[in-house]
Nanobody
Framework: QVQLVESGGGLVQAGGSLRLSCAASGSIFSINAMGWFRQAPGKEREFVGAIRWSDSSTYYADSVKGRFTISRDNAENTVYLQMSSLTPEDTAVYYC?????????????WGQGTQVTVSS
């Protein structure tokens, strides 16, 4: 079992930045990759990006490439999603998940989600 706890969501103006955190605990040894998804109201959950546990390789959706950066703190078993140049279209509930790199298909564990709201 892996437990994921997200934090860092909030309200930000368009053009601003925000950093989300996802702390993992439990069977960390079993993690291949951790990723981020988001779900906007009335839309399907969308893959944002992922980081491979073994070498910190990253992979991003085209919609966020160049604006979002995923990183990892090995000592804290925490993954970060640094978001910049935010637009109202980035408004969503953001979830972290555990699965296989690069797109975290069939994620095995999910966090509870954290709301990100970007005002225009």
């Amino acid at each position: 079992q892996v437990q994921l706890v997200e934090s860092g969501g909030g309200l930000v103006q368009a053009g601003g930045s925000l950093r989300l955190s996802c702390a993992a605990s439990g069977s960390i040894f079993s993690i291949n990759a951790m990723g981020w998804f988001r779900q906007a109201p009335g839309k399907e959950r969308e893959f944002v990006g992922a980081i491979r546990w073994s070498d910190s390789s990253t992979y991003y959706a085209d919609s966020v490439k160049g604006r979002f950066t995923i990183s990892r703190d090995n000592a804290e078993n925490t993954v970060y999603l640094q978001m910049s140049s935010l637009t109202p279209e980035d408004t969503a509930v953001y979830y972290c998940a555990v699965g296989r790199f690069p797109t975290i298909r069939t994620a095995t564990y999910w966090g509870q989600g954290t709301q990100v709201t970007v005002s225009s």
